[in-house]
């Protein structure tokens, strides 16, 4: 069954770091998404990406972040200038078509730690 | 999208009926219900979804009441890998496509 995968599993850095978080979504599907979980909250939505550009964000998604799809495989998130508060269990997911009710997959995450 | 109230807490024993009930009393008529779960800090997971019928597929079956006003998604037999976090969201048909999680159920299933 294909699924979403993430890498690398896990990652410490240095606040005020550069990180890059990336994902491999399911290779037919055409929308993508980073969500996050600071450890023992709610999953939350960062942004959502379709026909490479940005089509939704949250307020969280400041300018420390940015998505990129730089082939026709990888969907990577950025964090310019990381902060404790960075800290977090990262998610990528994708969906299928256009069409509203398609589930999102998600990967397994990546979890951020900002030292 | 609507807000949704869920119980935060269930125990089930195993191989019994899990219920869970979700409050979604501002939903609108083109508003779906999905439910997702999440295992011990790993991605959530699609469960199943519905508008106004009554779902049923592999995992689970959906129960929605006829003013849609709740819901509720049965897992027919609990098995302790059933344990996890359980989401019921509420999504317009013409909003945007993510997500929106809540606090969810914690559903421990107890052998």
């Known amino acids: 069954e294909p699924e979403v995968t993430q890498t690398p599993s896990h990652q410490v850095t240095q606040m005020g770091q550069e990180v890059i978080l990336r994902c491999v979504p399911i290779?037919?599907?055409?929308?993508f998404y980073w969500y996050r979980q600071i450890l023992g909250q709610k999953v939350e939505f960062l942004v959502s990406?379709?026909?490479?550009?940005?089509?939704?964000k949250s307020e969280i998604f400041d300018d420390q972040f940015s998505v990129e799809r730089p082939d026709g495989s990888n969907f990577t998130l950025k964090i310019r200038s990381t902060k404790l508060e960075d800290s977090a269990m990262y998610f990528c997911?994708?969906?299928?078509?256009?069409?509203?009710?398609?589930?999102?997959?998600f990967g397994p995450g990546t979890r951020l730690t900002v030292l | 999208d609507a807000k949704t109230t869920q119980p935060p807490s269930m125990d089930c024993a195993e191989g019994r009926a899990a219920n869970l009930p979700c409050n979604h009393s501002?939903?609108?008529?083109?508003?779906?219900v999905y439910w997702y779960r999440q295992i011990h800090s790993q991605g959530p997971q699609y469960i199943i979804h519905?508008?106004?019928n009554n779902e049923t597929n592999e995992m689970a079956s959906l129960i929605i009441t006829e003013d849609r006003k709740s819901s509720t998604l049965i897992l027919p037999h609990a098995t302790l890998r059933d344990t996890a976090v359980y989401y019921c969201?509420?999504?317009?048909?013409?909003?945007?496509?993510?997500?929106?999680f809540g606090t969810g159920t914690r559903l421990t299933v107890i052998p």
């Open positions: 519905g508008l106004k």
């Open positions: 990406f379709y026909n490479n550009e940005i089509s939704e």
């Open positions: 290779s037919n599907h055409l929308y």
């Open positions: 969201i509420v999504r317009s048909q013409t909003g945007a496509n993510n997500l929106f």
């Open positions: 501002t939903i609108s008529g083109n508003e779906y």
């Open positions: 997911a994708s969906s299928g078509t256009a069409d509203f009710y398609n589930e999102q997959f």
